[in-house]
């Protein structure tokens, strides 16, 4: 790593000085992960994913230089698998008995501005930063928006287990990756153990914002309102942030209300609900609850 990476590191993380997990409760681990490895994925939804592509770029007017750089873009945004190491740890089971309604991050001043990832595959690096935006400020109050920048240039993690899974910049990386690489220490929950959707839940109010893979065919025509689709693959491909829940919200493909994630994109302001996306909660639709990390911050001293 140049001297420029590791200073912009040293800059982009301060105050979030967590590098060994003994810094913590030993019943507070710095990350925690949902893993599902069910993949349901077949030639037919393989079409589907290619068809919403196509209107993606239509409706967001993106362009490429060759066919070569199309081919690029969309195994990046539709075709990546995330994968989990197979031997972090599992985290402890929260209670979840007196979890609010409904629940936002936002209005609690813990997330930042809708950002614009362009046309580089760093979705993975908002994603991570967003969760550790959050971390930083349930630990001081303040609210700090990091780089996305430093983990493209400088997170070059990997994966043992997983031969080529290295953090590569614009072509792609992962969550729990890029918290190695900041933070040094990791743990895991298994959906098998619990109810899911009701950790997650208990998780985001306790943990803050979490990082959160989806597949994201049907983000690329989202308006609005709440996306519940019927039949939508778990193949994950796509870095978001999972910011609040809600208790009701109008989905137009059920014609009626359903209880719903609220989901902060990477895609600019114009896109979705003011950069935000809603997708149905409690039946892991497209994947949302299947790999969900979350880190803890804590402040230490400048000396």
């Known amino acids: 790593m140049s001297l420029n990476c590791s200073l912009y590191v040293i800059l982009s993380l301060l105050f979030i000085s967590a590098v060994y997990a003994d810094t913590l409760n030993g019943d507070d681990p710095l990350i925690r992960q949902v893993v599902d490895g069910q993949d349901t994925s077949s030639s037919n939804l393989l079409n589907a994913e290619q068809h919403h592509f196509s209107q993606f770029k239509s409706k967001f007017k993106k362009s490429y230089g060759s066919q070569d750089e ?12 995330l ?10 089971i929260l209670p979840t008995s007196d979890l609010p309604e409904d629940f936002d991050w936002r209005d609690k ?7 614009n990832q362009g046309s580089c595959g760093s979705c993975w690096s908002f994603s991570a930063t967003g969760a550790l ?3 930083h400020f349930l630990a001081t109050g303040e609210l700090v928006s990091l780089s996305e920048q430093q983990l493209v240039d400088c997170d070059h993690e990997c994966d043992p287990e997983e031969p080529g899974s290295c953090d590569s910049g614009c072509n792609g990386g992962l969550m729990n990756s890029a918290f190695e690489y900041s ?3 990791g743990g895991l929950m298994r959906e098998e153990d619990y109810p899911y959707t009701d950790q997650i839940a208990a998780n985001l109010v306790k943990n803050g914002p979490l990082a959160v893979a989806i597949n994201a065919v ?4 989202y ?3 709440v996306s519940c689709p019927y039949i939508c693959s778990r193949r994950l491909d796509h870095g978001v942030l999972l910011v609040g829940y809600g208790s009701a919200g109008y989905a137009p493909v059920r ?12 895609w600019g302001e114009k896109w979705g609900e003011n950069g935000f996306y809603k997708i149905c909660r409690g039946r892991n639709v497209c994947g949302v609850d299947s790999m969900v990390s979350t880190v803890a911050a804590v402040q230490t001293s400048s000396q």
């Open 109 to 115: 001043g813990a997330v930042g501005p809708v950002k």
């Open 255 to 266: 014609m009626k209300e359903k209880p719903y994630w609220i989901i902060k994109n990477s």
């Open 70 to 81: 199309h081919d690029y873009r969309f195994s990046v945004l539709g075709l990546r698998r």
């Open 83 to 92: 994968r989990l190491p197979k031997d972090a740890n599992k985290a402890p």
């Open 183 to 185: 933070l040094k220490a």
């Open 133 to 135: 935006e959050g971390a």
């Open 223 to 225: 308006i609005g309102g």
């Open 218 to 221: 049907f983000m690329q025509t």
